[in-house]
């Protein structure tokens, strides 16, 4: 029996946004390799990375997370987004 009936389902793929503050030097960016990353700044200058891309489950969406606190990343946002809203440039 399938236990994902609804559109938000713990085993359900959705495109993710991400958002930690700094911008992500090579060897940290490998951890995420499976998102696109881009570098921007907040309206105080602070540097911030966005990370966009398809999460498979909410399991991996929490491994996601995992990551980033175990490389001391503050985060600041986690969105769910729309498919017709992606815009992965």
Same mark, same amino acid.
């Given at each position: =029996? %399938?236990? $994902? &009936?609804? +559109?938000?389902?713990? $085993?359900?793929?959705?495109?993710?946004?991400?958002?930690?503050?700094? #911008?992500? %030097? @090579?060897?940290?960016?490998?951890? @995420? !390799?499976?998102?696109? *990353?881009?570098?921007?700044?907040?309206?105080?200058?602070?540097?911030?990375? &966005? =990370?966009?891309?398809? &999460?498979?489950?909410?399991? =991996?969406? #929490?491994?996601?997370?995992?990551?980033? !606190?175990?490389?001391?990343?503050?985060?600041?946002?986690? %969105? !769910?987004? +729309?498919? %017709?809203?992606?815009? *992965? !440039?």
């Amino acid at each position: =029996m %399938n236990k $994902c &009936v609804n +559109k938000l389902g713990l $085993c359900q793929p959705a495109i993710y946004q991400i958002e930690v503050v700094g #911008h992500l %030097n @090579f060897k940290k960016a490998t951890w @995420f !390799r499976n998102l696109t *990353l881009a570098n921007k700044y907040g309206e105080d200058g602070t540097p911030i990375t &966005v =990370m966009m891309g398809e &999460v498979l489950d909410q399991a =991996m969406l #929490h491994g996601l997370l995992a990551k980033i !606190r175990d490389l001391g990343l503050p985060l600041l946002a986690v %969105n !769910r987004i +729309k498919p %017709n809203e992606v815009d *992965l !440039r």
